[in-house]
């Protein structure tokens, strides 16, 4: 196959993990930029093309036909990285994730929704509307508070509260700044840690207990967070492969909460890091990635 990824950074270890088992299988693939595209649509055959510049100075050039694309751009790329992976897919490429379901997974407030809707337990939360003070709102939990913005990612954007009265000045203060922020109960009693779960088709490939540094609530790999082998139950697992499924996602990392209610899910991100897990879960996820891959590409071209 010929494959695209789309990435900011081609650099990153998750992004040399999945080239290098690409490029044993016997596939080429692209690393690029989907900010450095430009999309048009034509009348003409073909109907779908991209132009690409890898700086400002250098003329762009037509990029050929992928048969596969692998979405693995940041948040701060979500909607440009969407609408590039949306046109190759309208030009015949297959993708590891398309476009709405990686939306999806962007806005935690509807991961949220959709995954309560399937029935997936998630910690108590609660969004407010612009009108409602904020005082208000706060009052509807208990505390401490999490606070999480809608769009962010490796631990940038969850806030903890102590108090009330922190978590009412830090919402009243986002709320001025325009930020849409979601409120969730505190999981106290899983004492800093939370589970990522490597969820690929519909199985669990990898797994691993995470610790947040020193105090730290986040456990966040990106936040200094360390991280151990942790085994799950088959029930357990089907958690996460349900979460991943009630998104529409091919391939997820989960990230599970162990409460006094249970096994719950704070969020399911589309684009997982590979690095902290396939080095303490000894997984070749990034192999596993790429034959998934081959196999929906095999499907489509069977039919
Ligand atoms: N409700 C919560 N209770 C306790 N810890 C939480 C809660 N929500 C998030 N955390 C901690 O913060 C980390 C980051 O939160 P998460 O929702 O996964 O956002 P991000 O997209 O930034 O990773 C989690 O991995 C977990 O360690
Ligand atoms: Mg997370």
Known sequence: ?????????????????LKSEAEKRG????????????LKLSSNRPHFDVYYQCNGKENCYLLPK????????GTASTQMGCVVLRHFVA??????????????????????????QAGVLVPQSILAGSEFSAKSAVA???????????NGSQGIGVMLAEKPQSAVSILETLKEAKVVTLLQDFIREAKNTDIRCFVIGDKVVAT????????EFRANFHRGG?????T???????????????????????????????LLVLEVNASAGLEMIEKTSGVNIALEMIVCLEQKYQLLNNK
């Open 27 to 38: 596939h080429s693939m692209d690393i690029l930029d989907p900010n450095r595209c430009l």
């Open 232 to 262: 799950l139950t088959i029930d357990e697992q089907q958690i996460a492969i349900n979460a991943a499924k009630a998104l529409g996602l091919d391939v997820a990392g989960v990230d599970l909460i162990r409460s006094n209610q249970g």
């Open 66 to 73: 992928y048969d596969a694309v692998l979405p693995r751009f």
């Open 91 to 116: 030009g015949g490429a297959i993708s590891l994730n398309d476009d709405q379901a990686f939306l999806r997974a962007r806005d935690k407030w509807q991961s949220l929704q959709l995954l309560q």
């Open 1 to 17: 196959m010929k494959i695209l990824m789309l990435c900011r950074e081609p650099r990153l270890y998750s992004c040399q993990r």
């Open 140 to 150: 509807k939990m208990k505390t401490p508070t999490i606070l999480k913005t809608l």
């Open 226 to 230: 360390s991280a151990e082998k942790i």
């Open 208 to 215: 691993m207990l995470r610790h947040g540094q020193n105090g």
